[in-house]
């Protein structure tokens, strides 16, 4: 099973600061046929289901603020929140589905400083 | 509109079962790669079980030999039978849409059902 980790548990930003997440898999999710990284970065408030953000790795889905960027290639991911606002408060998970069983991070939980 | 709306939660004892729904609107369900994650209380998402447009099937080991997926594509809907459950399969079920005709990411999420066990 390819074990995805993130880091840090917890971060605490000012507003307007930069905020960034990383995620690392236990083994390449990079296929190397069509040169895409197979991972997606999801966001989740209290009570709500998580929301999509991120697909191969550094595509925005549609309608999510381009404060939010992925990078990253291979085995090692971010996720960056380049000018945090209020409403960004929320856990974020990566997740791979390069194979199954399709794992997720252990969640990252983004607070105001 | 895209969406999926789960049924069938509830406080369950050890040991005994129950099947989790997940009506699906404004798509086909058949033509899409469909997928259970939970969340236990406190704790981070965990896959549990995919089935492809194909009909193939995949479950992760804590649910392996317990938890059936399934459609009905009549109903256009999505299942999870759930039997010999414990203490530890405790969490809220979402289903969610994968892709069509091969893995990738989930959107959208319903908005999941909570499933208690305990005596």
Do not use: H
Not at chain 1, 2 to 28: F, H, W, Y
Not at chain 1, 98 to 108: C, N, Q
Not at chain 2, 47 to 74: E, P, Q
């Amino acid at each position: 099973d390819i074990v995805m980790t993130q880091s840090p548990d917890s971060l605490a930003v000012s507003l307007g600061e930069r905020a960034t997440i990383n995620c690392k898999s236990s083994q390449s999710v990079l296929y190397s046929s069509n040169n895409k990284n197979y991972l997606a970065w999801y966001q989740q408030k209290p009570g709500q289901p998580p929301k999509l953000l991120i697909y191969w790795a550094s595509t925005r889905e549609s309608g999510v603020p381009d404060r939010f960027s992925g990078s990253g290639s291979g085995t090692d991911f971010s996720l960056t929140i380049s000018s945090l606002q209020a409403e960004d408060v929320a856990v974020y998970s990566c997740q791979q589905y390069y194979t199954p069983p399709l794992t997720f991070g252990g969640g990252t939980t983004v607070e105001i400083k | 509109e895209v969406q999926l709306v789960e049924s069938g939660g509830g406080l369950v004892q050890p040991g005994g079962s129950l099947r989790l729904s997940c009506a699906a609107s404004g798509f086909t369900v058949s033509n899409y790669y469909m997928s259970w994650v939970r969340q236990a209380p406190g704790k981070g998402l965990e896959w549990v079980s995919i089935l492809y447009s194909s009909g193939t099937t995949y479950y992760a080991d804590s649910v392996k030999g317990r938890f059936t997926i399934s459609r009905d594509n009549s109903k256009n809907t999505l299942y999870l039978q759930m039997n010999s459950l414990r203490a530890e399969d405790t969490a809220v079920y979402y289903c969610a849409r994968g892709r069509q005709q091969q893995l990738g990411w989930f959107d959208p999420w319903g908005q999941g059902t909570l499933v208690t066990v305990s005596s």
